[in-house]
């Protein structure tokens, strides 16, 4: 019998002052948020990564200030995916990568979200895969939906990588699985980064979580509807329902 595969539940983030009475205790202090939010997740993205790469300090500190088993996910540069879109990967990837190092074994996932009306190229695509480093998952996220073709995703197969799936307020991906790991990011169900998805969203999330982990695939799940703290709660509630997280 296949072994059932792990399960990441958690947010896009975490350092949310609005979270603070709706999700994390009012008295809360903002050098605490990290460490409220490990009592109650074991995973999170690091989203701040996007617009500027932490220092290593930083890293090495949120590393040490977690659980043993807590996993870290990490969205990618945006000087990698917007400024160069996926060019010349063998000079931006190594100074992201060798910083992104600093918190061990707990980065699980690197997230390459690529930029909207940014049709599909993908001589630039297989370039950029066999560029990446070996022994680190990495997961892409295409807002433009020329590149949810047949090639794209035999590309991301042959680079053993993963294809994102996600819902942006209301768009939404294929459920393409290319690898041995799903990954989802969900920002919003009617509008970007606002509202909650509720419990029949979230139910039929949770029944389709469980076939895939029950195919043997790791699974991560990350919500980004961060106004008034929609995405900690549904976070909660999916991991209650999957037992888990």
């Not at 074991?42 to 090495?60: K, M």
């Not at 459920?175 to 139910?203: M, N």
Request: with cysteine; hydrophobic share 40%; proline share 7%.
């Amino acid at each position: 019998m296949k072994e059932s595969g792990s399960l990441h539940i958690g947010t896009c983030g975490w350092h949310y002052k609005h979270w603070i009475g709706p999700f994390y205790p009012s008295d809360s202090k903002v050098s605490d948020l990290l460490g409220l939010y490990a009592q109650r997740f074991a995973s999170v993205e690091i989203d701040s990564s996007f617009y500027r790469l932490p220092a290593a300090e930083t890293l090495q500190d949120w590393r040490a200030s977690t659980p043993a088993d807590f996993a870290f996910t990490c969205k990618a540069s945006r000087f990698i995916t917007h400024m160069k879109k996926l060019k010349d990967p063998e000079r931006s990837l190594p100074p992201f990568f060798e910083r992104m190092r600093f918190l061990g074994d707990k980065l699980k996932v690197i997230v390459f979200q690529l930029p909207p009306r940014w049709h599909c190229n993908l001589d630039r695509l297989e370039h950029f895969l066999a560029a990446l480093p070996a022994g680190t998952r990495c997961t892409f996220e295409f807002r433009d939906k020329t590149w949810f073709t047949p090639e794209v995703y035999d590309a991301l197969t042959r680079a053993k990588a993963g294809f994102c799936i996600y819902d942006l307020g209301g768009r939404r991906s294929p459920p393409a699985v290319t690898t041995d790991f799903v990954y989802l990011r969900l920002h919003g169900p009617r509008e970007a980064y606002a509202g909650t998805y509720g419990p029949r969203r979230l139910g039929r999330l949770a029944l389709q979580v469980d076939d895939w982990r029950r195919q043997g695939l790791d699974v991560f799940v990350f919500f980004d509807n961060d106004a008034q703290g929609h995405a900690p709660r549904d976070a909660l509630w999916l991991k209650q329902r999957l037992g888990g997280g």
